[in-house]
């Protein structure tokens, strides 16, 4: 019997709209080196690692009459050239043009009748480099049976690892009645199940998220904040089916200088730079902004099981432990010292009973890379009701060296994290080989000045230096 999607796995399907398509994705800048980065050549490296995520090949097959949840079927027709595609930017291949292509291929749904991924090699990117931007669904990583493919493409050295042969014959297709008569026998063996199934091809969209919430996890830390709605904020409207990226380039050094100053964490810092840039983004638009105006966050984080993490565990080890934190930004404070203080206090109540795993403990997990943690991040924000928090921010600390791809190395890596239905915007960032790369995904419609709140970061991060002394 083929392997069927999880109750959290099919309810991404089952809530996607126009509006807000359930792909993450990211955009991974890379200096072409002497002897080439083309496309035929990111071909040829997908086509020696997919077989390290199996996933890939397979597509999502609905059993008639929704008498279950869907299953994964190999793709007779698999086509890498369908799935990893090229373009190019105009002259001069300016970073806004590549934002701007960045939004318009995120607004675009994934084809469910084929693999949920795609690939974007993007030519002509000035100074010499190549964008690689990846789109998959959150149905498809769960961290476990399968990763973020931005991860399998990348090495530690020039020098591509060798990756074993395997030749691929897809396995047969199930026809629908096969598919009915194992649903069957499960709803025999677990009657419980009919009842989700029948929901489900009712259209019972609250059954359905329901069943998301329910398998997030136990958020007891949070129980206080939750129970008040967000604040009234323009981030909190209707959307479109059009998006706007923009980015933002800082150093991590400066997070460092400041965490030891005023003894918190790097994504203490993190969370208070976001404030300090949402707050000044508030007042460019003539926002009301009080002394007790705040913003709340959905910060996903990776927490701990029953054990510690061992060094030799893998990315997908992690994949069932990253749950949701609610945490109030004081963008109405105007000192950037007090603004630090408050979110500290929020995430050391989060943090204390030392579930959390720290950047050393994740950068030291075999097989890390930060697009796996962005999806499973997203996956966990989105078992919350919309109406407890603002926006989502998903800070995922990656590794402090240089990673390669078919011999380019990579020099930045911007995640894009998927808007939730009524909200305008999201914010991904990881840290890479000494940088802080932010990536903004907003409504192309209520975050026009997107470019405007990416650039206020600087500016945020350069008050909380000037602490420092």
């Known amino acids: 019997m083929p392997p069927r999607l999880s109750a959290l796995d099919a309810s991404f399907l089952y809530l996607e709209q126009a509006t807000t398509p359930m792909h993450v994705g990211g ?27 199996p996933r890939y090949r397979q597509k999502v097959r609905h059993v008639p009459g929704n008498l279950a949840r869907p299953v994964w079927v190999d793709d007779q027709d698999f086509d890498v050239a369908y799935h990893v595609r090229r373009s190019a930017l105009p002259r001069p291949g300016s970073d806004e043009a590549l934002s701007d292509l960045v939004a318009r291929l995120m607004s675009r749904p994934l084809d469910h009748t084929r693999p949920l ?38 090495d530690v050295s020039p020098e591509p690892r060798v990756v074993a042969e395997e030749l691929w014959m897809p396995r047969p297709e199930p026809s629908g009645g096969r598919l009915v008569l194992d649903a069957v026998g499960e709803m025999v063996s677990r009657p419980g199940e009919l009842v989700d199934n029948a929901r489900v091809a009712a259209g019972d969209a609250i059954a359905t998220a329901g069943k998301v919430a329910g398998a997030v996890g136990k958020l007891v830390t949070m129980a206080v904040t939750a129970s008040r709605r967000a604040p009234g904020t323009p981030l909190n409207v209707d959307i479109s089916t059009q998006r706007r990226f923009a980015v933002a380039r800082t150093e991590l050094e400066a997070y460092r200088r400041i965490r030891a100053a005023h003894g918190c964490t790097v994504n203490d810092v993190v969370l208070s730079v976001i404030s300090g840039a949402l707050r000044n983004w508030l007042l460019s638009r003539g926002e009301p902004v009080t002394s007790s105006s705040s913003v709340r966050a959905m910060v996903p984080l990776s927490v701990r099981g029953e054990a510690d993490v061992p060094s030799s565990a893998t990315a997908g080890s992690l994949g069932n432990r990253v749950s ?53 991040g997203a996956r966990a924000a989105s078992g919350f009701s919309k109406r407890i928090f603002n926006l989502v921010v998903t800070n995922v600390p990656g590794p402090q060296f240089p990673l390669y791809a078919a011999g380019a190395r990579m020099l930045e890596m911007f995640p894009v994290v998927p808007l939730a239905k009524g909200q305008a915007l999201a914010i991904g960032l990881t840290s890479y080989d000494g940088g802080v790369y932010y990536g903004f995904n907003g409504d192309r419609d209520a975050m026009s000045d997107v470019d405007v709140l990416a650039g206020l970061v600087d500016e945020s991060l350069d008050e909380l230096l000037a602490t420092v002394g």
């Open 117 to 154: 991924w795609e690939m974007y090699l993007v030519e002509g990117l000035a100074r010499g480099r190549t964008a690689v931007i990846t789109k998959t669904h959150q149905a498809m990583v769960d961290g476990i049976s399968a990763i973020d493919i931005g991860q399998v493409i990348l």
């Open 27 to 53: 955009v991974a800048i890379f200096r072409r080196p002497k002897s080439g980065f083309d496309y035929d050549r990111l071909v040829e490296l997908i086509e020696q690692r997919i077989a390290l995520v």
């Open 324 to 376: 949701s934190f609610l945490v109030d930004l004081p963008v109405g404070e105007p000192s950037p010292v007090v603004r630090l203080h408050h979110v500290t206090h929020a995430m050391r109540e989060h943090t204390s009973s030392g579930q959390s795993v720290g950047a050393d403990t994740l950068v030291r997990i075999g097989g890390f890379a930060p697009p796996t943690l962005h999806a499973l």
